[in-house]
């Protein structure tokens, strides 16, 4: 992963209510109607910290019907977890 996809992941990571979205779907598949109930946002303050979360690559949605079910990509944590360990060591196997 290079430093400018790390950057907009941990961008994407930098605002509290996008932390609680993803706490929130990791709990269970979550659907934006779901979500706007836990939190004190409206929709389309919603629908932008979905779409921040989805164009890092930390979340996935799959439509259906009307409505799109949420979950957390856990291989895109891992693998930035494993970027930042790569990037604070300076080494280049990574």
Known sequence: MDKEALSLIYKALSDKT???IIRLIYQGNACGCE???????SQPTL???L???KDAGLIDGVKYKTK???TVNLKKIQST?????CLIK?????
Not at 35 to 41: D, G, P
Not at 90 to 94: A, G, H, S, V, W
């Open 18 to 20: 996008r932390l609680q």
């Open 35 to 41: 979500l706007i109930h836990e939190l004190n946002i």
């Open 47 to 49: 629908s932008h910290h």
């Open 51 to 53: 779409k921040v979360l």
């Open 68 to 70: 799109t079910n949420y």
């Open 81 to 85: 977890h494993q970027a930042l360990e």
């Open 90 to 94: 300076e080494t280049i196997t990574c």
